[in-house]
């Protein structure tokens, strides 16, 4: 793969991360159940405090494909290192998608009765359907890239 391939895709994963961060922290502002509080009550909100804890694992992921890139340009796609990053992202997916399950199962047993969940059940369904591909995504690789260090660890024994 080329270094202009990798660094534009590096710099695709570092703006849709700086664009989530923005997201995390303007949103709250502006929308929903926190729009008529203060500065401090904003943020020490329990879902909203909940939302953050759950964008860990993806900021996680973020910079777990961020560093499988770095491997590929350095061309160390065949390591340890890729099958331990792919690991990581793929247990960060499996991590989110449940947070994100786990937000929606709860806005749905206890909303009020005068809001309409369905947009953000809508959004958690899409979230924890694309984050279960990713995970099976990064497993498919993980095995294939593992099995291909192997073969090639026998390889280089036989020579």
């Known amino acids: 793969m080329k270094r202009t391939s990798i660094f534009f895709l590096q710099f695709v994963i570092l703006l849709f991360g700086f ?4 997201v995390l922290i303007r949103l709250p ?4 159940r926190a729009v008529n509080l203060d ?6 909100d329990p879902f909203i405090i909940y939302g953050y ?8 992921a973020l910079f777990m494909a961020f560093k499988l890139l770095g491997y590929i340009g350095q061309s160390k796609l065949f390591s340890l290192y890729a099958v331990g990053a792919l690991k990581r992202l793929k247990y960060c997916a499996i991590l989110f998608s ?5 937000a929606g199962l ?3 047993l206890f909303h009020s009765k005068e809001d ?14 694309l984050s279960i591909i990713v995970a099976t995504t990064a497993s498919v690789f993980e095995k294939n ?3 291909a260090i192997d073969m090639k660890s026998e390889n280089d024994l036989t020579i």
């Open 106 to 108: 709860f806005i749905q």
């Open 145 to 147: 890239l593992q099995k």
């Open 39 to 44: 500065l401090f009550h904003i943020y020490a």
């Open 53 to 60: 804890a759950a964008s860990i694992p993806f900021f996680v």
């Open 29 to 32: 502002l502006t929308e929903g």
């Open 98 to 102: 449940i947070f994100t399950f786990a």
């Open 19 to 22: 664009v989530a961060l923005a």
């Open 116 to 129: 309409d969940p369905a947009g953000f059940i809508s959004l958690c369904i899409l979230t924890t359907f």
